[in-house]
């Protein structure tokens, strides 16, 4: 299950989710890149974005407005839905309209592979690799791996220091998945200082000791964090 969580009052671009990229609006586009790899619904905050959804053929689902995550916007709809433990639930930003399904195929192997693993806890998420100008970028997220390929820390910050001239940069990709299970287990945690410090929801799982599985893709897309990031899109379609 694939779903995507959307909110009108995004306090760094309002309603962005609804903005027109090539004749679609945002979350709607999202929606169909991946609409062939599972079944997708979108878990929003606001009838507005309901009815556009709806409009497209897109399944729609009303949330709370008080979620502080979209993490907990999709346990929200996947706990309405009644998604078994088991399932396999993949959280698409809806700000992520050029996401490859190439990517989102390679997280939800990883999962699999989890699962038949035993693991206690599955969470996984993507990264790639960047160059030390991209690492600059606040709104590009930044991630340090241990031995096996585990998040070991997420910034907006330069990370890691270049002290010796070798550092190498892995930016975060924002998808995330996680058995139905795990994500409950997830959304029960407490909020970590460091999430609140970074802005940054996946670091509840690291605070708490919890793994995160990282795959490496090679990915060329982008989100919508800035006007500049739309006015990019926008011209793609041109």
Same mark, same amino acid.
């Given at each position: 299950?694939?779903?995507?969580?959307?909110?009108?009052?995004?306090?760094?671009?309002?309603?962005? =989710?609804?903005?027109?990229?090539?004749?679609?609006?945002?979350?709607?586009?999202?929606?169909?890149?991946?609409?062939?790899?599972?079944?997708?619904?979108?878990?929003?905050?606001?009838?507005?974005?309901?009815?556009?959804?709806?409009?497209?053929?897109?399944?729609?689902?009303?949330?709370?407005?008080?979620?502080?995550?979209?993490?907990?916007?999709?346990?929200?709809?996947?706990?309405?839905?009644?998604?078994?433990?088991?399932?396999?639930?993949?959280?698409?930003?809806?700000?992520?309209?050029?996401?490859?399904?190439?990517? =989102?195929?390679?997280?939800?192997?990883?999962?699999?592979?989890?699962?038949?693993?035993?693991?206690?806890?599955?969470?996984?998420?993507?990264?790639?690799?960047?160059?030390?100008?991209?690492?600059?970028?606040?709104?590009?997220?930044? =991630?340090?791996?241990?031995?096996?390929?585990?998040?070991?820390?997420?910034?907006?910050?330069?990370?890691?220091?270049?002290?010796?001239?070798?550092?190498?940069?892995?930016?975060?990709?924002?998808?995330?998945?996680?058995?139905?299970?795990?994500?409950?287990?997830?959304?029960?945690?407490?909020?970590?200082?460091?999430?609140?410090?970074?802005?940054?929801?996946?670091?509840?799982?690291?605070?708490?000791?919890?793994?995160?599985?990282?795959?490496?893709?090679?990915?060329?897309?982008?989100?919508?964090?800035?006007?500049?990031?739309?006015?990019?899109?926008?011209?793609?379609?041109?």
């Amino acid at each position: 299950m694939i779903i995507i969580p959307a909110r009108l009052a995004s306090t760094r671009f309002p309603q962005k =989710v609804l903005a027109d990229i090539g004749g679609l609006p945002m979350v709607v586009r999202t929606a169909k890149r991946v609409s062939h790899l599972d079944d997708v619904v979108v878990a929003a905050d606001d009838e507005k974005i309901i009815e556009v959804c709806q409009a497209h053929g897109i399944k729609a689902m009303l949330t709370s407005t008080t979620h502080k995550s979209g993490t907990d916007r999709i346990h929200e709809c996947a706990t309405i839905l009644d998604l078994p433990d088991d399932e396999l639930v993949i959280n698409v930003q809806a700000d992520e309209p050029f996401i490859e399904p190439d990517v =989102v195929e390679s997280l939800m192997q990883k999962l699999k592979n989890l699962q038949k693993d035993g693991e206690p806890f599955i969470m996984g998420s993507c990264y790639n690799s960047i160059n030390a100008e991209a690492a600059k970028d606040p709104n590009l997220v930044k =991630v340090v791996l241990d031995v096996q390929s585990n998040a070991i820390y997420f910034s907006r910050a330069k990370i890691p220091h270049n002290q010796s001239g070798e550092a190498v940069y892995f930016g975060h990709i924002g998808i995330y998945g996680f058995s139905k299970k795990s994500l409950k287990e997830f959304c029960s945690l407490n909020d970590a200082p460091i999430e609140d410090i970074e802005k940054l929801e996946q670091l509840r799982a690291i605070y708490h000791q919890k793994k995160i599985a990282m795959v490496k893709v090679a990915s060329t897309g982008f989100g919508i964090d800035t006007q500049e990031d739309l006015k990019r899109a926008v011209e793609i379609f041109l």
